[in-house]
């Protein structure tokens, strides 16, 4: 956190709760001093002695709720959404991006990677929507915050007009994560015939010629990419100590050829050998969160808890579904399929780690970044009554009886 963001803060004491740290869950307090852990005090001995020594702190009693690190999710294209919520319709980026960020404290999120789509026929038509949107976050995130908003990046490779603007952004350090997509027919998440007709018809509100014309320009380009210029692109991120991801990848010789263009991230395999061989060739492997909560793909393929349950997962995403992180989290614990504290590292460690923020960011331990959230359950579901950003309390609630 920059010192004009964490200039004025007053000290925090979180108390009574179960805190989640890296490898167990403790009864205790959790005091931030400047914007970062200062202690995590487990004796009432310990806390009275924190409280003499920090004049007008902030008192936040946890109730024996859980205190988790804040979520980060590395890919949820919501944002999108959030600009264009019916095909052709479009809102003010400003508007999407404020009523967007603002939502996602009360989901835990306290680092959302926007993922931008950068290709044609999938996502938000036109470069200058991608461009305009990368440059308004930039701005957004240079002047406030209520979150910690950076950039994903997910360029379709194919899109051979798209990488002179790659390549700017990685030169002007303007993205924070790359992913390197292929979503062209017949294979990946549209190996099924007509399964990518089907989705562009639907998420674009396009007409059965004018996919049809989206699908032959496709093809077309899809034959004149070049391995080597992607290879420029991967030399030039790791120079800027930007992650690369591949995604969809449906098979072991994919994720080799992913793993030859410098890709650490593995998202959403489409198979549980995929995903297998990339975990044990050393990948991190990113896997839906909306996946794990409704139980199965929503397109038929991998089911993330299969992968989870072998060890062959160890990032959640929220995709498309902001809300579906914590929700994952505690679904896999309260099935046993990973004890709490191995559950929560998936949405905060993990990415924070697989995208070079570990050190900083993702767990509760003394000199990191203050990113907590405080939990409660009802009805076995996970709610946040309280998210704290870099030591700023950003978001509570109440509940009226």
Known sequence: MNDRLSAGLKPIIVTNGKVVLPDQMV???????????????????????????????????????????????IHCDAIEKEIQPRPNTLFPLDMALLEFERKLPLHGITTMYHSLSLGVGLSLRGDHLLTGMVEHINSYRSKRSIIRNRIHLRFEVSHL????????????????????????????????????????????????????????????????????????????????????ASHDDDSIQKVEESAGYGV??????????????????????????????????????????????VGAADILCSDYHPSSML????????????????????????????????SELGSIELGKAADLIIVDRYDGLPWVTNTIVGGQVVYTSAVRY
């Not at 852990?37 to 806390?47: K, P, W, Y």
């Not at 790659?166 to 997509?181: G, H, K, P, T």
């Not at 549209?190 to 989705?199: I, L, T």
């Not at 320009?217 to 080597?228: A, F, I, M, S, T």
Request: aromatic content about 6%; hydrophobic content about 45%; proline content about 4%.
């Open 27 to 73: 009864e205790a307090a959790v005091a931030v001093v400047d914007g970062r852990v200062d202690a995590i005090l487990t004796s009432e001995a310990a806390v009275h002695h924190w409280i003499q020594q920090h004049a007008d702190y902030i008192l936040i009693d946890a109730d024996q709720n859980y205190v988790l690190p804040g979520l980060i999710d």
């Open 161 to 244: 007009a798209g990488m002179p603007i790659v390549e700017r952004y990685l030169n002007e350090n303007a993205i924070d994560y790359l992913s390197f997509m292929d979503h062209s027919p017949g294979q990946g998440q549209y190996r099924e015939p007509g399964s990518f007709e089907r989705y562009v018809m639907k998420n674009q509100g396009v007409g059965v010629e004018e996919v049809r014309a989206i699908v032959e320009d496709l093809v077309k380009r899809r034959q004149l990419v070049n391995g080597e210029h992607l290879l420029e692109l991967s030399k030039l991120a790791a120079q800027r100590g930007i992650a690369i």
């Open 264 to 309: 650490s991230v593995c998202e959403f395999p489409i198979n549980l050998e995929t995903a297998k061989h990339a975990a044990e060739r050393g990948l991190r492997v990113c896997v839906g969160a909306p996946n794990v909560v409704r139980g199965a793909s929503h397109d038929k393929n991998l089911r993330a808890v299969d992968a989870i349950s």
């Open 327 to 358: 929700a994952a989290v505690f679904k896999l614990a309260d099935e046993g399929i990973a004890a709490l504290p191995d559950a929560v590292r998936m949405a905060s460690l993990h990415p924070a780690q697989a995208l070079g923020a570990g």
